[in-house]
């Protein structure tokens, strides 16, 4: 079954304790992405990659950390997390995001994330 | 002011009313997504629209490139059309997509 998984869904922790939030897609997808989700202003994009060895900052990468050493796995760092990261995130893939058309987007099923 | 702006934020509807969402941006476009939020809270595609209109189902969604607009309209609601409907456009450069905040609907028996 084609598919995007997170882990872990649910996550409470401590300011400042490094955690990893990993995202795999099964779909050779080149693009994948990690966004959060906060009341009243939507989806907001972390960060982003291309494909392997290739990621770029979206609209809200402070905090964040990011890897694709692989195509399937792209999974988001927190170095020292702060209540302010308290969210809802969500990883997508897609085939690509390049050139003129766009690609459905296929997204994990979130991982709710407090930091107190 | 959003480059993605969704209208209503909110909706409520009684069971077997037609419904419109609308979506206006600010950017050129080469496509536009419409995204359905679960009230558990996963989010999955729609569909995607680069021209005129797509079906699905009682759902079609429509676009006007050079209006900068998009409808997702919903036939013969149903209480289980009851989630949050999510815009979304990747402008013509970059690589990134830009959300709308979403429309709650609330469709009642």
């Known amino acids: 079954e084609a598919q995007v998984t997170q882990n872990p869904r649910y996550l409470i922790t401590v300011t400042g304790k490094k955690l990893t939030v990993t995202c795999s897609q099964n779909?050779?997808?080149?693009?994948m992405s990690w966004y959060r989700q906060d009341p009243g202003l939507g989806l907001r994009q972390i960060y982003y990659?291309?494909?392997?060895?290739?990621?770029d900052k979206g609209d809200v990468p402070e905090g964040y950390k990011v890897s694709r050493k692989e195509k399937r796995n792209f999974p988001l760092i927190l170095e020292s997390p702060s209540p302010n990261q308290t969210s809802l995130y969500f990883c997508?893939?897609?085939?690509?995001?390049?050139?003129?058309?766009?690609?459905?987007?296929?997204f994990g099923p979130g991982t709710r994330l407090t930091v107190t | 002011k959003n480059e993605v702006e969704q209208s209503p934020q909110n909706l409520t509807a009684q069971e077997g009313e037609f419904i419109t969402i609308n979506c206006s941006y600010s950017?050129?476009?080469?496509?536009l997504h419409w995204l359905q939020q679960h009230p558990g809270g996963g989010i999955v595609s729609l569909f995607m629209?680069?021209?005129g209109k797509k079906k699905h189902g009682r759902l079609i969604a429509t676009i006007n490139i050079q209006e900068k607009h998009s409808s997702l309209h919903i036939t013969a609601s149903h209480p289980r059309d009851s989630a949050v409907y999510i815009c979304?456009?990747?402008?013509?450069?970059?690589?990134?997509?830009?959300f709308g905040e979403g429309t709650q609907l609330t469709v009642n028996p």
């Open positions: 997508a893939s897609s085939l690509s995001i390049r050139g003129a058309r766009g690609y459905e987007q296929y």
């Open positions: 779909m050779n997808h080149e693009y």
């Open positions: 990659s291309m494909n392997v060895e290739v990621t």
């Open positions: 950017v050129g476009i080469s496509a």
């Open positions: 629209l680069s021209s």
């Open positions: 979304a456009v990747k402008e013509t450069s970059g690589s990134r997509l830009t």
